[in-house]
């Protein structure tokens, strides 16, 4: 686990460096499994991070509640592991309330 605040550092981060980062959602049951590529567009720490996509897409993530991970990619699930693990950094882990996880990939 990290603080709120390194979790913040790192978004800013990605957002003042414009940093291409690879996206994935994981439903609590996965039922879902979403990827994209794409960087950050709008942070508000501790309220919400809005995520944007080359075609202009965009997705708002809401952060009350999420706890925060980080780590290398060679640590991501079975399910995308090996896809990542040569392509990208690190990886932040946003944790939602509920048990949804979204994994913001940095990457190389």
């Known amino acids: 686990m990290i603080s709120s605040a390194e979790a913040a550092l790192l978004i800013e981060g990605y957002k003042s460096q414009s940093k291409v980062l690879r996206i994935f959602f994981i439903a609590r049951d996965r039922s879902v499994n979403m990827r994209v590529t794409g960087s950050v567009k709008e942070f508000v720490e501790g309220e919400r991070l809005t995520l944007v996509a080359p075609n202009a897409d965009h997705c708002l993530v809401v952060l009350f509640g999420c706890t925060f991970e980080y780590g290398d990619p060679r ?21 939602f309330p509920l048990g949804e996880r ?5 990457m190389r």
Do not use: M, N
């Open 75 to 95: 640590e991501a699930p079975d399910a995308i592991r090996d896809s990542v693990a040569a392509k990208f950094d690190g990886v932040l882990t946003i944790l």
């Open 102 to 106: 979204l994994y913001l990939f940095e």
